[in-house]
């Protein structure tokens, strides 16, 4: 493929990126990288098109698949796509600038390796793209769990009227108090409906919440370990990094009342999974719904694949058709505010300053 093998270019006059469709590189080089377990190049290409001619683009699947595009790029925009050391290395990437990553979250990257090089690395966080989505998810988890509706459906379909048993262990959100871990953009959304079923809201993160967000969404804050002896149901939505990783670890899962449920729509690296499984298998923990797993996708040895009461879903929190235009269109806003208006990039998560 004019030397960058196994990459798809699409370039603005609509060309396949290998010649340059803005007249011998003029344009600006982006490298779009979409992992194939969230669309890979389908996805990539619908990414690309919101250049709209101010970007020659190459899609790829993985940052590895072309040295060339890579050691082209000013920008890269990444969809779960890793960005690791060797990639910001001057050597492979001499002409990059920024790394947008599609999402909230920017464990994928080495912000680190970035901060170093002088390359900025932009999330969506400010945009609230992805916030309601994933907000929605955590109480469609919450429900499932609530309500039994995995086995309920499981008996009924075979011939089963399970009513007489499942009345002894059907509960309801309204009355509970949800922990919310982490009250940004995404778990504001989450108190916001909250009050919806009439919860009580506590809240905990590395800082307090102003007090104006708190009295809007009805949140108390309280430390880490307050909020898991006290709730019925823990909702995470913190960022991974090294601090919060297996935040929720053997000790910590052991706070939990018996009858609690934990959600996580955030990054499956903030619990420390094995742990998690030993507490539903033991009966510590009432049961768990996980949106999110480490790695993605989980290995079928996993063992929360088969613990008792899980309501699992493969990370589609925030991928809702209509997120997903809100996803692309805020990366692509941000990255293109730069390129062509001269903006300073939005969301910068490693200090870096961009001119």
């Not at 949106?291 to 996993?302: C, H, I, Q, T, W």
């Amino acid at each position: 493929m004019s030397g960058i093998e196994g990459a798809e270019g699409v370039g603005s006059d609509g060309s396949d990126g290998s010649g340059g469709g803005g007249g011998g590189g003029a344009l600006p080089r982006v490298l779009a990288v979409v992992s194939p377990h969230v669309g890979g190049r389908a996805v990539g290409a619908g990414l690309a098109s919101l250049f709209a001619g101010q970007a020659e683009v190459t899609v790829v699947e993985s940052a590895d698949e072309s040295p060339a595009a890579l050691a082209e790029a000013e920008v890269l925009v990444t969809g779960l796509g890793a960005v690791t050391a060797a990639h910001l290395d001057p050597a492979a990437s001499p002409r990059l600038r920024v790394v947008q990553c599609a999402s909230h979250g920017f464990d994928y990257v080495d912000v680190a390796a970035a901060r170093e090089r002088g390359v900025a690395v932009c999330s969506i966080g400010s945009s609230g793209a992805e916030a309601q989505n994933v907000a929605e998810q955590a109480f469609a988890l919450m429900l499932a769990l609530a309500k039994h509706l995995l086995p309920a459906h499981r008996v009924l379909t075979e011939g089963d009227w399970a009513l007489p048993r499942l009345q002894s262990v059907l509960t309801e959100l309204s009355g509970k108090v949800l922990g919310v871990v982490g009250l940004g953009r995404i778990g504001q959304q989450v108190a916001k409906r909250a009050a919806a079923f009439d919860m009580t809201v506590l809240y905990t993160g590395r800082r307090r919440a102003p007090e104006d967000v708190e009295r809007r969404y009805g949140a108390r804050y309280v430390p880490l370990e307050e909020l898991l002896r006290t709730a019925d149901y823990v909702s995470l939505h913190a960022p991974l990094d090294e601090s919060t990783r297996h935040l929720l670890d053997r000790e910590r899962l052991a706070l939990l009342k018996p009858t609690a449920f934990v959600v996580n729509t955030a990054r499956g690296a903030l619990i420390d999974q094995e742990a998690l499984a030993d507490a539903l298998e033991s009966g510590a923990l009432a049961g768990a719904g996980l949106d999110v797993f480490d790695p993605e996708p989980p290995p079928a040895s996993l063992r929360l694949l088969r613990a008792p009461n899980v309501v699992l879903s493969p990370h589609v929190g925030g991928v809702t058709r209509e997120a997903l235009v809100r996803i692309a269109l805020a990366a692509i806003e941000n990255v293109r505010g730069w390129l062509t208006e001269g903006r300073p990039p939005a969301d910068i998560v490693n200090g870096v300053v961009v001119d």
